[in-house]
């Protein structure tokens, strides 16, 4: 499957045209990182100026616990993390490690700020739907936290 058809998984480029998706592809890594099983791709703390789509595999969200870390997702092909470093230029918030052998494409502040300055069309179509989803992902926080204050 080509890079523009992996990158239409993504809800963040499904309102993209192929034209603008080529565009995408040209800003990011060409050739997609690979992972094996276990290995770490990003740890908690560590700076973080890029975002991560899952071109293939799974991956999983965590923070180190002790004795069991806690898992905050699990995420397989067309799906993305690391959005939150990239935006606000803070430490990785979770460790994330593949779960099975996984690639992924990378977009970098420096690719946001190039969409930013020369293809704005398509940066705010991007960060409309990043947007979209960053607010259903505070929802579904404000529904558990109701959930846990209700049960106690």
Do not use: W
């Amino acid at each position: 499957m080509d890079e523009i058809a992996e990158l239409r998984k993504c809800i963040l480029f499904q309102e993209l045209t192929d034209q603008e998706l080529g565009t995408i592809t040209q800003l990011m890594s060409t050739d997609a990182e690979s992972f094996m099983p276990g290995e770490t791709i990003c740890q908690i703390d560590a700076p973080g100026d890029s975002m991560y789509l899952v071109k293939s595999g799974k991956v999983q969200i965590f923070l180190p616990g002790d004795p069991d870390k806690i898992v905050l997702a699990e995420l397989g092909s067309g799906k993305f993390f690391g959005e939150m470093s990239l935006l606000d230029k803070s430490p990785r918030s979770a460790n994330v490690a593949a779960l099975e052998q996984t690639e992924i494409f990378v977009l970098t502040r420096k690719h946001v700020a190039y969409l930013l300055e020369k293809e704005p069309k398509i940066a705010a179509k991007v960060m409309i739907a990043l947007a979209r989803v960053l607010s259903a992902r505070i929802r579904v926080l404000n529904e558990r936290i109701q959930s846990a204050l209700s049960s106690e």
